[in-house]
T-cell receptor, first 113, second 115 residues
């Protein structure tokens, strides 16, 4: 069965520092991968997606992610974190023939001033 | 353009009651999916509807049901509420045609509390 693992439950970084959030997936075929962000009490906002092609994808708010098939990973990065980036981040993979998303448990990001 | 909208924003019910949650997709989107997000966890897939037909169902009991209307809006119904049904219920819409893969855009969610 398909699954997504986000190994880091909670990450704290200083404002201006670089960020990498890890995501590993289990999927037999070519995966369709997403990163979403959720602010407290809010819905999910799409940051970026990978369907095919260039393995380095750019998203909104200065985020990027790199698909590495050999490592079954789709890690999210940002070169310089802003205090407003504090939120929960979810990695997801499409499963099945009807666009069902399987989510990881999420990584909560805290940003110190 | 308006995004996905959901109503109500918050809801408090007692055990055994019934609840109906509503979702309006982005204009032009024909597919609606529902997810349950329990506090501290990632969202779990409940249903997907496309062109008023159920296309997928997650591992949820029959107390959960849904439907999609001709205008592509959708309702999620939960009967005989349990304490464990307390969660944020998220609706997502996409352009998707059945069998394909498309980006899902999420609404703000309905926070359901069961006492």
């Amino acid at each position: 069965a398909q699954s997504v693992t986000q190994p880091d439950i909670h990450i704290t970084v200083s404002e201006g520092a670089s960020l990498e959030l890890r995501c590993n997936y289990s999927y037999g075929a070519t995966p369709y991968l997403f990163w979403y962000v959720q602010s407290p009490g809010q819905g999910l906002q799409l940051l970026l997606k990978y369907f095919s092609g260039d393995t380095l994808v750019q998203g909104i708010k200065g985020f990027e992610a790199e698909f590495k098939r050999s490592q079954s990973s789709f890690n999210l990065r940002k070169p310089s974190v802003h205090w407003s980036d504090a939120a929960e981040y979810f990695c997801a993979v499409v499963s099945g023939g009807y666009n069902k998303l399987i989510f990881g448990a999420g990584t909560r990001l805290a940003v110190h001033p | 353009d308006a995004g996905v909208t959901q109503s109500p924003t918050h809801l408090i019910k007692t055990r055994g009651q019934h609840v109906t949650l509503r979702c309006s997709p982005i204009s032009g989107h024909k597919s609606v999916s529902w997810y349950q997000q329990v506090l501290g966890q990632g969202p779990q897939f409940i249903f997907q509807y496309y062109e008023k037909e159920e296309r997928g169902r997650g591992n949820f009991p029959d107390r959960f049901s849904a439907r999609q209307f001709p205008n592509y809006s959708s309702e999620l119904n939960v009967n005989a509420l349990l304490l464990g049904d307390s969660a944020l219920y998220l609706c997502a819409s996409s352009l998707l045609s059945s069998g394909g893969t498309d980006t899902q855009y999420f609404g703000p969610g309905t926070r359901l509390t069961v006492l």
